[in-house]
């Protein structure tokens, strides 16, 4: 059969857009019967062999158009489990959940809300998670036979030497580079998710209480929350950090390359998957830093 990935292909360059085009390039190069539908919101020329559409339109494509197929989602939403619920009576689908912030709401809910939650799981052929601790939620409405722990990591085919004449410049100042990122920033139980309010206050102890001569990296090519960005500008220039954080605002498509000149990555979300990030990092030989929030590979301390 046919095979159909559903989710957002680059740009915008995201975790899970980013292993959606590397999916794509894996299936590719197996020579697979396959097609992309690129249901991210910005609405982008890309590749011919990338259907853009609106989610809506996704669903109508699924459910009238297409042959029985292996349907392959990579976004998920209350608003569209009963859509992918009709879609598997067609389809055979496969669904893969990349954090842990939809299962984790699932202990909120009552037994008649999971019990129809468990229903429109029901005919999905295979749930895949990142890790144990969104197996064990997953489990909540999903059989566990049906659910497969497997990391979202798919190398870059080549790591390109980092061209960005700022970050270099930087990188030829400072002993020490740090290195982070988020597709956005974004909140999770009133928090900071990627934890950028942590990362300046460690660069102020660093810098201004160690005297340590280090410099951070923020990989942030969609700001998402202005007015808190603006807060975070702020803080940094009031810890006198300006020349010592750098937020890069413009995408790279391949986080390696800035990984890889890195001396640390660090990874301060408080909830998370299985981070590419972190995978990326420790392919190329950086030490990673991360939270505890969930299991972290093997290396990451």
Sequence with gaps: MKIILVGPYPPPFGGVSIHCKRLHTYLNKKNLIHKMLDVAKIQIKKADDIKQMSEIHMIMQLIVFEKKSIVHIHIFSIKLLFFIYLISFKHKVLITLHNE???????????????FLTIMFSNLYTVIVMNLKCK?????????????????????????????????????????????????IRFYKDEDLYGIDLLIELMNHLVNQKNIDAVLIFLLPEIGENNYYNTLLEKISYYNLNQKFLF??????????????????????????????????????????????????????
């Design 248 to 301: 890069i605002t413009k995408p790279m498509e391949i986080g390696s390359s800035l990984w890889k000149i890195s001396d640390l990555v660090i990874r301060a979300t408080n909830t998370d998957g299985s981070s590419i990030s972190i995978l990326e990092a420790l392919d190329v030989g950086t030490p990673v830093l991360a939270s505890n929030c969930v299991e972290r590979p093997e290396g990451v301390s």
């Design 136 to 184: 064990k939620l997953a489990e909540l409405i999903v059989e566990p036979s049906k659910i497969d722990v497997i990391s979202g990591f798919i190398p870059p085919e080549i790591v390109p030497p980092l061209t960005d004449g700022e970050i270099l410049s930087k990188r030829r100042l400072h002993k020490f580079m740090i290195a982070s990122n988020a597709w956005k």
């Design 101 to 115: 912030r939809f299962l984790d709401s699932l202990i909120q809910k009552n037994k008649i809300s999971l019990y």
